[in-house]
């Protein structure tokens, strides 16, 4: 795909209703918030980096009963377009090709609940979201923001953590995204998952998901799909690792999309596997001392 060359650039973001987003997406707002899905559609929403390409891969994969070449056949903006992304072209925008899709879609989108365009409600529109915990979904965020190269720069880690806390990233505050799904998911059935949840019982959520979509799967489909979403195997996979897109746009060498997959509570028990380890080894006298006085007994 030719890209002019200055085509691409760190936009700065423009305010919607108080919400800070791209300044393409504010340009073509009144398209966005006027689409119409079909009642057929599903919506998949997170805040960035909360792990919605993992969930829309389980999706995708349940939706062609397990068959792994099916969900290679485009790359994952290809097969979900992204409903209120806009880039210059070539590349299309997320209506661009929902408008040449047939329903029922997937349909990918960054926006808190109240800017969701009101045709969904409308047309009770099943929607899956995905909320993820503050900290690895900003360390997520700040790597993403070096690595893409139309986000504003993200500067200095401590200012990058203000605004965060501050909802002055694209997609404005994490807080209010995740609380404005979790207080609507009932009256508006949407299927509420956590990153942590798919990291703890992948099975468990996929089967979940599953049935969120009036869909049986055999046994066999369900192991499947756990396997080929893990984070090796989607990792390794190009239609799904985002390698597709490049520079000027995404930079892999920065950091890769697929950077870790990783959360907190893993770090933690690892760190905590470690020093008990090193204790019961009770071999080196200095780190013993060095533990000791970190937990000061
Ligand atoms: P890290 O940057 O912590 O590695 P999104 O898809 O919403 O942009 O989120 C991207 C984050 O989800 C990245 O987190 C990415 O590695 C992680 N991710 C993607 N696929 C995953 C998988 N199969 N298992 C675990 N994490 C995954």
């Not at 689409?35 to 909360?50: E, G, I, N």
């Not at 969930?55 to 903006?77: F, K, S, W, Y």
């Not at 404005?172 to 998952?193: A, C, F, P, T």
């Not at 008990?276 to 007994?297: H, R």
């Amino acid at each position: 795909m030719k890209i002019a060359k200055d085509a691409f650039r760190r936009f700065p973001l423009k305010n919607v209703r108080g919400v800070p987003l791209m300044e393409a997406i504010v340009q073509n707002w009144e398209s966005v918030c006027t689409f119409c899905p079909d009642p057929s559609d599903l919506l998949m929403a997170a805040y960035p980096k909360a792990g919605i390409t993992w969930t829309q891969e389980i999706v995708d994969l349940l939706l062609h009963n397990g068959d792994a070449m099916a969900c290679r056949r485009a790359p994952t903006i290809l097969r979900h377009p992204f409903l209120e992304i806009f880039s210059p072209p070539p590349i299309p925008s997320g209506l661009d090709l929902l408008n040449k899709m047939d329903p029922p879609r997937v349909i990918k989108t960054h926006l808190p609940i109240q800017l969701v365009p009101e045709g969904f409600w409308k047309n009770k529109c099943k929607v899956i979201y995905v909320a993820r915990n503050a900290k690895d979904n900003l360390v997520s965020y700040y790597h993403f923001d070096r690595m893409n190269l139309t986000h504003p720069d993200p500067g200095p880690w401590d200012g990058y953590i203000h605004k965060f806390m501050k909802g002055e990233l694209a997609w404005g505050s994490w807080y209010d995204h995740v609380k404005g799904y979790w207080e609507e998911r009932q009256k508006i059935n949407i299927l509420y998952l956590f990153y942590e949840d798919m990291k703890e019982n992948p099975r468990r959520e996929v089967e979940r998901i599953m049935k969120y979509l009036d869909l049986s799967c055999s046994d066999d489909v369900i192991k499947r799909v756990v396997e080929l979403t893990s984070f090796k195997v989607m990792k390794d996979n190009p239609m799904a690792n985002y390698t597709f897109i490049t520079k000027p746009i995404f930079d892999h060498s920065i950091s890769p999309f697929m950077r870790k997959g990783w959360c907190f509570f893993q770090y933690f028990i690892l760190i905590s596997c470690v020093v008990v380890m090193v204790l019961l080894l009770d071999k080196n006298i200095l780190l013993k001392n060095y533990c000791k006085a970190m937990f000061q007994y």
